[in-house]
């Protein structure tokens, strides 16, 4: 690992912990994403991670709070982009006809998109609006 990308993952790790920390499976190779997506059981939440600020100061706490609701997905893993790129790519391919976005959630079941809310409605909302978009997402898709 050459100096920049061991510096990128010192200072990446923090904005990892905060999701593996609520419960989030981190899928860091495309074969871990097949894997996932092959044998995920139910809905599964996918956060697209990313250093940005509008993920640490919108989209992570959201999310993170989001899972206080009454409903929501069985599964919860993430993808770092920027970081794991290869991983992230792959998860984007299996959101069939949606912008490559980050950062980005998704709710899905069986491979396939219910829900998807891209950068655009993280960046610039309020971190209450973002978890009212997940909290009814949950409501109808889990």
């Known amino acids: 690992m050459n100096p920049y990308e061991q510096y990128m993952k010192e200072i990446?790790?923090?904005?990892?912990?905060?999701?593996?920390?609520?419960?989030?499976k981190e899928l860091t190779s495309p074969e871990a994403v097949d894997e996932f997506i092959q044998s995920a059981d139910g809905t599964s939440l996918v956060v697209v991670n990313s250093v940005c600020g509008c993920a640490a100061g919108l989209a992570r706490p959201a999310v993170r709070e989001s899972l206080n609701n009454g409903?929501?997905?069985?599964?919860?893993?993430?993808?770092?982009a920027g970081q794991d790129r290869e991983?992230?790519?792959?998860?984007?391919?299996?959101?069939?006809?949606?912008?490559?976005?980050?950062p980005s959630m998704a709710i899905m079941k069986d491979g396939k998109v219910l829900h998807f809310i891209p950068?655009?409605?993280?960046?610039?909302?309020?971190?209450?609006?973002i978890v009212s978009n997940l909290s009814e997402a949950y409501n109808e898709h889990c």
């Open 12 to 24: 990446s790790q923090p904005m990892r912990t905060e999701l593996t920390e609520a419960g989030f």
């Open 87 to 102: 991983a992230t790519s792959r998860m984007r391919e299996y959101f069939v006809g949606i912008e490559p976005s980050s």
């Open 71 to 80: 409903k929501k997905p069985d599964n919860l893993v993430t993808v770092f």
């Open 119 to 129: 950068r655009e409605e993280i960046e610039d909302h309020e971190v209450e609006e």
